[in-house]
């Protein structure tokens, strides 16, 4: 355990049975420098913000939880450890202290993936959907980073609706690939 509440890591994530993934795929879709296969259920949306180069809504029975992807181009973005102690530091447990959560580390071809998954009371901050705290919120988040670039990826939404979703995000991550989107 660390400072911010990280447990140890370990080289691949815990998930539970998504509800809603059957296996099935859409198309490959460019996320920056990268390419991913996004699983059937996950709805594409308008993305809310110009920061977002894809965004997806994945229903579920506690209410939508949201993946906003970003890139923000060659060597920009911040480092991974500042970007996770942020995420982090987005959620609060019920007394107010630091929320506990996981950090993980993946690799997928020469894509080197840190994800988090961290629960509690979410502030999404900086301008970034709702200003009041969402009590019972999860967050998947993973930063995966290539030598093209690094594209964020951040699912948040109701606890429940995420973990019926967990096991398709980490296939989504598998998908990876860099490059161009062939036709």
Do not use: C
Not at 39 to 67: F, K
Not at 97 to 117: F, Y
């Amino acid at each position: 355990m660390t400072e911010r509440g990280f447990t140890a890591r370990s080289t691949t994530p815990t998930s539970m049975t998504p509800a809603y993934s059957s296996g099935q795929v859409s198309s490959r879709q460019a996320l920056g420098p990268l390419s991913a296969v996004a699983p059937e259920g996950w709805v594409a949306q308008q993305p809310s913000s110009s920061m977002r180069v894809a965004q997806y809504g994945l229903p579920g029975p506690a209410g939508e939880a949201t993946l906003g992807i970003f890139f923000f181009g060659p060597g920009q973005g911040g480092s991974v450890e500042a970007n996770i102690e942020r995420w982090f530091g987005q959620f609060k447990q019920e007394d107010g202290q630091p929320a506990q959560g996981r950090r993980w580390t993946r690799q997928v071809g020469d894509i080197e993936i840190t994800g988090v998954d961290v629960s509690g009371t979410f502030a999404a901050g900086m301008g970034m959907g709702d200003s009041e705290p969402q009590p019972g919120y999860r967050m998947l988040g993973a930063i995966a980073v290539h030598r093209l670039g690094t594209v964020f990826f951040k699912m948040t939404g109701p606890a429940q609706t995420v973990a019926q979703w967990a096991v398709s995000f980490d296939e989504f991550l598998g998908s990876l690939q860099a490059g161009s989107v062939e036709p």
